[in-house]
C-alpha cells in the first residue's frame, strides 16, 4: 500500500471519516468483533466530555463524515445529547451513525432527526427481521436519513492467537492495513489513526502481563502543543503502532461470520 499523504484546507487536515465509540457494550456478541465489544465493561460517552474532543479536533481536522459507532450506539442512555454536541463541534457536515438495527427501530424521533446517515450492519449470525428492515427503512425516508444496509456473512480475523514475534510481520501487517486509514478514532482525549488501541490492552493485559498501555503509547493527546503538526506526522507515519503486535488488521483470513456464547449467570 501507497503512503497516504493528507491534504490541508483552512488549516484543517481533510480526512476520509472520524468516529467515536459513543458505547463499549453491545446487544450482540460478533466473533472478531474489532473494537472488541463482546470482552469489554459496560460504558457509554459523556456527551459534554465527547463534545469537548471534538472542539479541539475541529480546529485542526475535518472529516468527510463523522460516525457514531461502538458497541452499539443505541444503547446510549441520551444518543440526541450526543449528536447534539457533535453538530455544535463543526467537525462534519456528515453525521452517521452505524447499527446492527434491533435497537434503531424503535428510537426516538429525536435520533433520526439530527442524523444524515446510517449503516445499518445486517448479520447473518444474528439477523435482522425483515419487518424490522423495514421499519427502520420508512423512518429514514420520513426523515430525510440516507440509508445504507450492508450484509456480512463473515468476518476477517483481526485478533492473533499470540503476539506477533516478528518485527518484520509486525510492518507487514501495518503496510497493508487499510484501518490505520479509514477507521480513525476520537476516544477520551486522544486521537487514533484506528479503532484498536484503547481496548487491546484493556482486554489482554491479563494474558499479558507485560502488555504496555496501548491506548498512551498508540493516541494523539489532543492537549498537543502544535496539535496541526502532530496530527499530520502522526497520520503520515511509516512505523507500526505498538497496537499491531497484538492485531492483524486487515491481513487476516476470512471466516463465516458467528456469535459468541452467552456468558453464563454466576449462581
Not at 450482540?28 to 460504558?43: G, I, N, T, Y
Not at 441520551?78 to 463541534?89: E, T
Not at 468476518?155 to 510492518?171: E, G, N
Request: one cysteine or more.
Amino acid at each position: 500500500m501507497r503512503p497516504v499523504r493528507y491534504e490541508l484546507h483552512d488549516s484543517r487536515v481533510l480526512t476520509w471519516s472520524l468516529e467515536a465509540h459513543v458505547t463499549t457494550h453491545c446487544n450482540l456478541r460478533c466473533v472478531q468483533c474489532c473494537p472488541l465489544s463482546p470482552h469489554l465493561p459496560a460504558w457509554a460517552v459523556a456527551p459534554e466530555s465527547l463534545g469537548e474532543d471534538l472542539r479541539k479536533l475541529a480546529r485542526v481536522l475535518k472529516p468527510n463524515v463523522f460516525k457514531l459507532t461502538g458497541g452499539e450506539p443505541f444503547l446510549h442512555p441520551d444518543l440526541p445529547a450526543v449528536l447534539d454536541v457533535v453538530r455544535a463541534s463543526g467537525i462534519s457536515e456528515q453525521v452517521s451513525v452505524t447499527t446492527n438495527g434491533f435497537l434503531a427501530q424503535s428510537a426516538p424521533d429525536a435520533v433520526y432527526e439530527r442524523l444524515d446517515r446510517m449503516t445499518l450492519s445486517v448479520y447473518t449470525s444474528a439477523p435482522l427481521p425483515e419487518r424490522s428492515i423495514a421499519r427502520i427503512t420508512e423512518r429514514c425516508e420520513r426523515h430525510g436519513v440516507h440509508l445504507t444496509v450492508k450484509t456480512i456473512d463473515a468476518f476477517q480475523r483481526i485478533t492473533p492467537d499470540a503476539p506477533l514475534d516478528s518485527d518484520t510481520d509486525v510492518q507487514d501487517v501495518f503496510a497493508k492495513c487499510w484501518l490505520k486509514h479509514r477507521c480513525h478514532l476520537v476516544y477520551r482525549g486522544r486521537f487514533f489513526t484506528c479503532t484498536r488501541p484503547p481496548h487491546v490492552a484493556t482486554v489482554f493485559a491479563a494474558q499479558h502481563p507485560h502488555l504496555p498501555a496501548l491506548a498512551e503509547a498508540d493516541g494523539l493527546l489532543l492537549d498537543s502543543p502544535d496539535l496541526l503538526s502532530g496530527l499530520l506526522t502522526y497520520l503520515e507515519r511509516d512505523t507500526p503502532l505498538a497496537t499491531c503486535r497484538h492485531c492483524l488488521g486487515s491481513s487476516g483470513p476470512w471466516e463465516p461470520h458467528a456469535q459468541l456464547p452467552r456468558p453464563r449467570a454466576q449462581p
